[in-house]
């Protein structure tokens, strides 16, 4: 039987790889992807994956806001969520105090995670890269002394390097969600979701917002998340992305015909289960 392809955001040892372990086991190959977008562009591809998985919210960082543009335009569904539980670690080479360090490279939402910690340290240089581990493997490949990366402890071990301080983030109980990614024709129905995510648009008509969200309350449906996103090419008018918990579909299938009149645009990104958190 052939290893179900799941296409990541990084390189090996990366949140993201490990956020593919945690959901489907170990035995599952990756298709890095250099950026969000390219992430996006080869799930779309049925003959480079089975899916995809996309960090979408950090619990200190906040969301990422690319992502969800991303999503309304890819055609693709979400059929699963996980909660990780994520650990900075500060790492160099081995033998390299935190003095010797000139600058210190990760992902931008990593660099935010861990701010707090850097304050005591106005020597060190934060640079944005476009991943965890890859920051670590770029600095075990090209022997990169006086640099530093934040990455978890996976990375450490596989590219030999040394943890100078652990768990460094701002906020110990520190979790990245993720959504899990189909192509639409693949996705099998599930009778027995729920939680949703969708999003929509309003009129300008003073209140029209409040109505829906309204709406969603009657029908005893804890909105869990709102984010509000520009049109592009309309200034100053919004998409809200909303996700939405319920007991059952009957709860969710009947807000969503109550906002059908109100809403100038609605479309499901996905149905399905409340995801688990893993530590």
Same mark, same amino acid.
């Given at each position: 039987?052939?290893?179900?392809?799941?296409?990541?955001?990084?390189?090996?040892?990366?949140?993201?790889?490990?956020?593919?372990?945690?959901?489907?086991?170990?035995?599952?190959?990756?298709?890095?992807?250099?950026?969000?977008?390219?992430?996006?562009?080869?799930? &779309?591809?049925?003959?480079?994956?089975?899916?995809? $998985?996309?960090?979408?919210?950090?619990?200190?960082?906040?969301?990422?806001?690319?992502?969800?543009?991303?999503?309304?335009?890819?055609?693709?569904?979400?059929?699963?969520?996980?909660?990780?539980?994520?650990?900075?670690?500060?790492?160099?080479?081995?033998? &390299?105090?935190?003095?010797?360090?000139?600058?210190?490279?990760?992902?931008?939402?990593?660099?935010?995670?861990?701010?707090?910690?850097?304050?005591?340290?106005?020597?060190?240089?934060?640079?944005?890269?476009?991943?965890?581990?890859?920051?670590?493997?770029?600095?075990?490949?090209?022997?990169?002394?006086?640099?530093?990366?934040?990455?978890?402890?996976?990375?450490?071990?596989?590219? &030999?390097?040394?943890? $100078?301080?652990?768990?460094?983030?701002?906020?110990?109980?520190?979790?990245?969600?993720?959504?899990?990614?189909?192509?639409?024709?693949?996705?099998?129905?599930?009778?027995?979701?729920? #939680?949703?995510?969708?999003?929509?648009?309003?009129?300008?008509?003073?209140?029209?917002?409040?109505?829906?969200?309204?709406?969603?309350? #009657?029908?005893?449906?804890?909105?869990?998340?709102?984010?509000?996103?520009?049109?592009?090419?309309?200034?100053?008018?919004?998409?809200?992305?909303?996700?939405?918990?319920?007991?059952?579909?009957?709860?969710?299938?009947?807000?969503?015909?109550?906002?059908?009149?109100?809403?100038?645009?609605?479309?499901?990104?996905?149905?399905?289960?409340?995801?688990?958190? $893993?530590?």
């Amino acid at each position: 039987m052939n290893k179900r392809k799941i296409v990541i955001q990084g390189v090996e040892g990366c949140f993201h790889h490990l956020a593919v372990n945690a959901y489907y086991g170990e035995d599952v190959d990756i298709v890095p992807a250099d950026s969000f977008a390219k992430l996006v562009e080869l799930t &779309q591809d049925e003959s480079v994956c089975d899916g995809g $998985i996309m960090a979408i919210e950090n619990s200190i960082a906040g969301s990422i806001l690319q992502n969800y543009g991303l999503l309304q335009d890819s055609g693709l569904v979400i059929e699963g969520e996980i909660f990780l539980r994520i650990k900075q670690n500060l790492m160099a080479l081995p033998g &390299q105090k935190i003095e010797d360090l000139r600058e210190v490279h990760s992902h931008p939402m990593a660099i935010n995670q861990c701010r707090t910690f850097f304050h005591d340290y106005p020597h060190i240089k934060m640079v944005e890269m476009e991943d965890t581990a890859l920051s670590a493997k770029n600095i075990r490949e090209n022997q990169l002394v006086g640099i530093g990366a934040i990455a978890g402890d996976y990375p450490a071990e596989l590219y &030999q390097l040394e943890i $100078i301080a652990a768990e460094i983030e701002s906020i110990k109980d520190n979790q990245t969600r993720f959504f899990l990614l189909k192509r639409k024709n693949e996705v099998v129905a599930n009778g027995g979701y729920n #939680k949703a995510s969708l999003y929509f648009s309003t009129s300008h008509d003073p209140g029209s917002l409040s109505y829906i969200l309204d709406c969603f309350a #009657k029908e005893n449906i804890n909105l869990s998340k709102i984010q509000s996103l520009p049109i592009p090419g309309v200034n100053w008018e919004y998409f809200f992305h909303v996700d939405l918990e319920f007991q059952g579909p009957r709860q969710f299938r009947n807000a969503l015909d109550t906002i059908s009149h109100y809403a100038k645009e609605i479309k499901v990104l996905g149905t399905y289960n409340q995801g688990i958190i $893993i530590t």
